[in-house]
């Protein structure tokens, strides 16, 4: 949806039904929809992963909140699956989401080399985040993406491809995060205790984030450079 204007009903719905793996929070939904409201929105809400008619509640929920803006919230474009992998966005489905009056999309692709994509476990690269990008901007939806920097593998080169790749996109937003959350459990927590980036007794409550060694200062003046900000 387009930016809100002053004072208007807002309803945010979380389109996500998937539940092979596991039912999946709506907390990026809940983010914007949170956001709204406190820029003096009126926000109505719809989750419709506990809907066993999603259909039905979203006409219901439209004829009581009656919005004048509807946000929904997706999450893959692609299955995730290594073999006969399912992919999710085409020229039909592109045209289809500009008919319903999407007007921005958010690509999450995290990096534009194909190296880092695939350090970070992803099943696309940067062919087809190229491919999505151009069909996007083809039906005149916004392009808004995400770029992680700093993750185990980054060097200099794969980071100044990343840059040179979403500046080749010409989105209309991008947000730059650096450095790379630590959770619990996860592979990065192993490399993180093994780099000696936190302690075998860190239970990794309170934020702990991994940033590949002697490129932090590097990689902010490159971004200061080129005149992108960051967050991390």
Known sequence: ???????????????????????????????????????????????LMGEPDPEGALRQTIERVRPDA?????????????????????????????DAGYRAASLGFEAGDDRMLRAYGKHFDTADVRRIAGLLADHGIRRF??????????????????????????????KVTVGVRIYPGAGLARTALDERVVAADDDLLRPRFYMTPNLQAWIRDELVRRGLGARG
Request: charged share 20%; hydrophobic share 50%.
């Open 1 to 47: 949806m387009g930016a809100p204007r002053p004072g208007m009903r807002v309803l945010i719905v979380a389109a996500i039904t998937e539940r092979i793996n596991l039912p999946t929070l709506p907390l990026g939904a809940a983010l914007v929809a949170a956001a709204t409201e406190a820029h003096g929105h009126e926000v109505g809400f719809l989750d």
């Open 70 to 98: 509807i946000g929904v919230s997706v999450r893959n474009i692609d299955d995730q699956a290594m073999t006969r992998p399912t992919f999710l966005l085409d020229k039909e489905l592109a045209a289809a989401m500009a």
């Open 145 to 174: 993406g995400f770029l992680l920097l700093g993750g185990p593998g980054e060097t200099s080169e794969t980071f100044a491809n990343s840059l040179d790749f979403v500046e080749s996109l010409d989105l209309d937003l991008l």
